[in-house]
């Protein structure tokens, strides 16, 4: 089994900065894992954020937040961050760290075989 654990939210003003991290553990983990983050607000579908693949060399970021999200990782540390600048309103929602048994994933949430608890992160105008 695999664990995730989010970490890092909280509440911001509109400009502001937040790093969400995710801890990963677990007897099966290995680095050999994507990682992805997908957030979800209230009454809305989850919604993918961003993915790494397990090197770190490759990532991707949904339109909404090019420019001013960025994702890495530290494999020593078995550990993925979510670095979010710029912050809006409509990011407000809560943040979900996800882990895939594969080089790269994608934007599909089905493609992702553990997730996290997540972490809430609001954002005030």
């Known amino acids: 089994q695999v664990q995730l654990v989010e970490s890092g939210g909280g509440l911001v003003q509109a400009g502001g900065s937040l790093r969400l991290s995710c801890a990963a553990s677990?007897?099966?983990?290995?680095?050999?894992?994507?990682m992805g983050w997908f957030r979800q607000a209230p009454g809305k579908e989850r919604e993918f954020v961003a993915t790494?693949?397990?090197?770190?060399?490759?990532?991707d970021l949904a339109d909404s937040v090019k420019g001013r999200f960025t994702i890495s990782r530290d494999n020593a540390k078995n550990t993925v961050y979510l670095r979010m600048n710029g912050l809006k309103p409509e990011d407000t929602a809560i943040y979900y760290c996800?882990?895939?048994?594969?080089?790269?994933?994608?934007?599909?949430?089905?493609?992702?075989?553990?997730w996290g608890q997540g972490t809430q992160v609001t954002v005030s105008s």
């Open positions: 996800a882990a895939d048994r594969s080089y790269y994933s994608g934007t599909d949430a089905g493609d992702y075989d553990y």
């Open positions: 677990g007897r099966t983990f290995s680095s050999y894992y994507a």
């Open positions: 790494i693949s397990w090197s770190g060399g490759s990532t």
